[in-house]
């Protein structure tokens, strides 16, 4: 037997049940509160919540009831332009019937004041004129339009009306923490608030990408990539070398610039205010966009040279240790043309990539199993084909895609469902996207070349 001092033991039990004390007070204990509180928000919000379905639901009834308005009214005033069109045709030939009445009436008068006279000279005069008369106008029957209703299809009625989303219930990993702050829930404003605008001079402005300190760095059409500080101030333009323009930039988390060109393949990163390549791509592949994930690595979205195949490549540093491009029955994930294919990484470490040419967001794991894709949210004031460009997350896994042509932002949860749009602060073309750590949402807009930053979290 192996004897200990009971001392010891105790000294050592002691010191457990005081972490554990520690941990249980200050750290597990706040932690089920927190659940508890969100819970209980959620059951508070649920009738507040529903109710905003039933009342957009009642304004979209509302909208259709005016359109149903509009269109009767239009149609009675066709009915009634009819109906002066029949009137005249009708008026017309009771004048013309009148008028021959009326020469038939001095027709007889004439006539009887012959057959009373002796004068032989009108008598022989006479000319009879039953045989003009005799030749009836033709019978004029105008027929009534009708209106012939289009049979209610009560399905087709209920799709065309809207849609209603089915209840998402989804479970995540609930890591706790003991040596780090937890995020706390932040929900959606009702309305976005335009925060600033940022004039870039860029024609045509691609993308953005934010630094820990607030700044932010842009790129466009230009060999130029400019850095705004947080006052919306530019502090720094990089110029590159030759005439190549960077197909997207991005920051690491040591604040470093990473961008990528098309014309050589290459990925470069700035340290020390010079360029270094980073990562040089196969000859038949052509870098396309950049993202860093939380661990480190840099994703990279590349086509093929022919356009036929694009794909997901992950970095860790210069080597390569994965790649994502088809899913399990060996179908592509992405469509060929690689141009618009931004990417990010939420906060569950899936990979979101918006591709323009599918008109698709496309969500896989971190293990490149596809988990869903999003293909643009049904709406009468949208009027244009769903085309994702720029695509970005927030502290809150919810994913932010550009609808360009639509001139809004799609906001969907983690699991692909569509909450609702920004689409009320101006905007025009958004195309790149990023938010910054406090959950600013930075917007690219590619014809005007300005950043719009904009407030969409309470």
Known sequence: HTFVEITEVYKTKKEVIKKDTKDLENHISPKYEEIARDLENQLANLDGGYEKLTTTMSKQGEQWHREIDIIINKMKTEISEIKVKHRDILQKHLNEIKQIQSLIKETLQAIRKIEKSTEVSPTIDYSSKIREFSKLPPKVKVSLPTFIPNPIDREKLYSLFGQITPLSTATEENVLSLNQTNTSVRELLDEPELVATIQTEYEELCSVACRNDGSIWTSGETNEIKCFNIKGSLVRTFKIKSEKNPNDVAVNSDGELLSCYGTDGTVNIVKNGQIEELITLPEEWTPNRLCVTSTGDLLVTMHSDDYTQSKVVRYSGS???????????????????????????????????????????????QDGKLRWRYIGHPSATKNEPFEPYGITTDSQSHILTADSDNHCIHILD?????????????????????????????????????????????
């Open 319 to 365: 080597t390569e240790k994965q790649t994502i491009q088809f899913d399990d029955e060996g179908k592509p994930l992405y469509s060929g043309n690689g141009y618009s294919k931004y990417i990010t990484e939420n906060r569950n470490h899936d990979i979101c990539v918006a591709d323009c040419e599918a008109g698709a967001v496309v969500v896989v794991n």
């Open 414 to 458: 983690q699991n692909g469902q569509f909450l609702r749009y920004i689409d009320n602060c101006g905007l025009e073309d958004p195309y790149g996207l990023c938010v910054d750590k406090n959950d600013n949402l930075f917007v690219c807009e590619y014809d005007k070349g300005n950043v719009k930053k904009i407030k969409y979290l309470k």
